[in-house]
Nanobody, 123 residues
């Protein structure tokens, strides 16, 4: 599956952005899909995930992940953005649906990655 992330840009603190991850090649309904982010000089970190069942989890209450299996797209709605949210955001897909309690937060869980989209929040 090929993933295309889009929707990044420059926004003022307190604003909102909506990121999209569009898949081609295979249907996302067969995958768990997550968003990660990587700030300059830092490791890539987990942001949110959506399972095949539609269940979701997010480390930020300000961020909401959702999927549209018809459009083969997963979106990340980010509200009340802060300067520390500045990073390149990546979407990722994988087929594992089990593991340790936090397996879905690990980069190694995912087999496919999009190219990333830059989010810059100005303070």
């Amino acid at each position: 599956v090929q993933l295309q992330a889009s929707g990044g840009g420059l926004v003022q603190a307190g604003g909102s952005l909506r990121l999209s991850c569009t898949a081609s090649g295979r249907t996302l309904s067969n995958y768990i899909v997550a968003w990660f982010r990587q700030a300059p000089g830092k490791e890539r970190e987990f942001v949110a995930v959506t399972w095949n069942s539609g269940s979701t989890d997010s480390v930020e209450g300000r961020f909401t992940i959702s999927r549209d299996n018809v459009k083969n797209t997963v979106t990340l709605q980010m509200n009340s953005l802060k300067a520390e949210d500045t990073a390149v955001y990546y979407c990722a897909a994988g087929t594992r649906t089990w593991g340790g309690s936090d397996y879905y937060t690990k980069v190694s869980t995912y087999d496919y990655w999009g190219q990333g989209t830059l989010v810059t929040v100005s303070s």
